[in-house]
Structure formats: C-alpha cells, structure tokens
C-alpha cells in the first residue's frame, strides 16, 4: 500500500489543523495504522494509532484530549485532527500502516508516507 500525507501548514497556537494519509494499491481497511512525528534533531515520536475498523484508538499522552486519530476505510483515508496547537507541536507528520498491529513502536511498521510539515507559532 502507497500512503501520502496532506494538510500540513502554518498555524498560530490554539489554532487547529486536520492531516489526512490517502491509501492506494492496497486494500486500506485490512491495516492498522497511526501517526509520527518528528521534529529537528529529534527522534520521530509516536502520535497515535487506530485499528483496521476504527474501533480502537490510542494517543500520546502528549496529544490525549486535543488529537484524534480516525478513518474512512470507504475512502481509503486516515486524518489527525489536531486543536489546540502548541509550538511544541511542530514537526514533520509521517502515516503509517501495518497489517499486523497498531503499535507505538515506529520500527514495526511497514509502510510510510512521505510527511508532511506542521509549524505552530507561539
């Protein structure tokens, strides 16, 4: 499966911003999937995952209550609607896949897309 990332920008803090990861060559709802981030000098870090149906979610502790992670499997589409941007927030935004598990662990997955950059002003 082919992920691409979208919808990054430029936002002031407390602003809000939606990412969507598009899906194609593969049949999306047979994989978890989850964002990363990765910001200058910093290790990519894991933001959330959601599993094939959409039933299971799971966050950082450092999104919980401002990101939520959620699919449209009839669309092929993955989004991370993210409020309340802090400029701790900026950083590079990957998607991910995986068929075999939704997990934080970044190694584990498959399947990445390009990235798409997130900047929040203070």
């Known amino acids: 499966v082919q992920l691409q990332a979208s919808g990054g920008g430029l936002m002031q803090a407390g602003g809000s911003l939606r990412l969507s990861c598009a899906a194609s060559?593969?049949?999306?709802?047979?994989?978890?999937a989850g964002w990363f981030r990765q910001a200058p000098g910093k290790e990519r870090e894991f933001v959330a995952t959601?599993?094939?149906?959409?039933?299971?979610?799971y966050y950082a502790d450092s999104v919980k209550g401002r990101f939520t992670i959620s699919r449209d499997n009839a669309k092929n589409t993955m989004y991370l609607q993210m409020n309340s941007l802090k400029p701790e927030d900026t950083a590079v935004y990957y998607c991910?896949?995986?068929?075999?598990?939704?997990?934080?662990?970044?190694?584990?997955?498959?399947?990445w897309g390009q990235g798409t950059q997130v900047t929040v002003s203070s």
């Open positions: 991910a896949a995986d068929r075999l598990r939704a997990t934080q662990d970044h190694s584990l997955y498959d399947y």
């Open positions: 060559g593969g049949t999306f709802r047979l994989y978890n």
């Open positions: 959601i599993s094939r149906s959409g039933s299971s979610t």
